[in-house]
């Protein structure tokens, strides 16, 4: 009866620790961020992500000219892309693959420099770590 005890024991703790190691970055549920344009702005100009989390962005289209979204990485290189006429919506999904700052623009010409930028901040802490701690 003790030997079936340890056994059992032993079984759970395994389980717990197989847990633990699933619980990381690849279990981050996936997340729906609503991105607006217009002339000449991307609302919100801040966001932040973790690196691996599945996004998905909701991009509409409240201006009366055609946009898009062009997600660059420092390097100036296109990660993602939309395009999204004017009153329409559209969407696509991003996995940030490593921490660091991403730019979101439109990439019509003169679009950027009239203001059409946003920044993706994605950093590599796990999702729990992202709570406010007690002060
Ligand atoms: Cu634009």
Do not use: W
């Not at 969407?91 to 940030?96: E, I």
């Not at 730019?103 to 420099?113: L, P, R, V």
């Amino acid at each position: 009866m003790l030997v079936r005890r340890v056994y059992f024991s032993v079984l759970f703790g395994l389980a717990a620790l197989a847990l633990a190691a699933c619980g990381s970055r690849s279990a981050l549920p996936p997340r729906s961020i609503a991105v607006e344009l217009t002339e000449f702005t991307i609302t919100p100009t801040v966001y932040s992500a973790q690196t691996g989390e599945p996004l998905t962005f909701v991009v509409t289209n409240q201006g009366v000219l055609d946009h898009n979204v062009t997600i660059l990485n420092p390097s100036g290189k296109e990660l993602a892309h939309v395009e999204v006429k004017s009153g329409q919506a559209a969407r696509f999904d991003f996995h940030p693959s490593a921490p660091g700052g991403l730019q979101i623009i439109c990439s019509i010409d003169g679009h950027y420099k009239a203001g059409m930028s946003a920044q993706l901040m994605v950093n590599d802490l796990p999702a729990v770590a992202q709570a406010p701690s007690g002060r």
